[in-house]
């Protein structure tokens, strides 16, 4: 298998406490690769180490099949990233913000400097100073110099951080360019989680500094149920028409006063009449459809186990 990033037994402390513990990531060339986890599960930490920013405590990286030690860090001129909140030299200008980076890295093409900021919509205001710019601006920027070099890997942390809905959208539409169009590996971590369904791949799911699970998007769509949900003033008398009057029984209590159902062979309408006609209380009903927030909340609440 051809991993552009993997990790055996990655490990981080602190103060002899752990940050992450035994991480095993397999991210393969091509892909869009989602770190799901809550704040302080442990992605950024990932993400440092991932970057040289940090040094691992025990484990090992693998980038591009080459471990990662003092002596080849030079590899990770392969990389772009963007971790946590972007800094720049406020006093300025946003071009002059990139010559400095590019020039540490070794790269002078001033045009492709100027479409990097043209992908990220900062067209045209190159030459004003960062400190005159907005949270969303600056985070724009960011997006602009880790992309800058066209890198085979990018690793983004939260990069929608600060942006409005047209923002989100626009970030969006560059990490699926960047990755169909360029060919470049991509990491990301969001907590928007509906944002993070519709261009990632593969996921990891995170939880207290431990990788719970590695599985592609395709595969929890097969492993997602729908379901009805109701809730209602009789839950034991809506139970017993549901099994005896529609023979339904796919179905459980939720909290005592919801009935959730799994067998969808009756429309939400016919439950709905059939609770009305024997006099039941319907106070919501919904059909709901089950997305990765649902799955990471199972996985989360499980334990990584999947029913």
Known sequence: MDYVIKTTGLTKQFRGKNLVSNINLHIRKGEIYGFLGQNGAGKTTIMKMLTGITNPTNGEIELFGQRLTERSKTVLKRVGSIIEYPVFFEHLTAMENMKIHCEYLGYY????????????????????????????????????????????????????????????????????????????????????????????????VIDNGRL??????????????????????????????????????????????RIRIYDLTHSQNDISKMLILHDIGIEEIQRHTSSLEDYFYKQINGGGQID
Not at 171 to 182: A, M, P, T
Not at 235 to 255: D, G, P
């Open 109 to 204: 093409d001033v045009k492709g400097m100027k479409q990097a900021l043209d992908m990220v919509h900062l067209k045209g205001i190159e030459n004003k100073k960062v400190k005159e710019f907005s949270l969303g601006m600056k985070q724009r920027l960011g997006i602009a110099r880790a992309i800058v070099t066209k890198p085979e890997l990018i690793i983004f942390d939260e990069p929608i951080n600060g942006l409005d809905p047209i923002g989100i959208k626009d970030i969006r539409d560059l990490i699926l360019i960047l990755n169909k169009e360029y060919g470049i590996t991509i990491l990301l971590s969001s907590h928007i989680l509906g944002e993070m369904e519709q261009v990632v791949n593969r996921i990891g």
């Open 212 to 257: 719970l699970r590695e599985v592609t998007l395709d595969e929890i769509r097969k492993q997602q149920t729908d379901y009805i949900e109701i809730l209602t003033t009789n839950v034991e008398k809506a139970v017993y028409i549901l099994e005896n009057k529609l023979h339904l029984s796919n179905m459980k209590m939720i909290n005592g006063n």
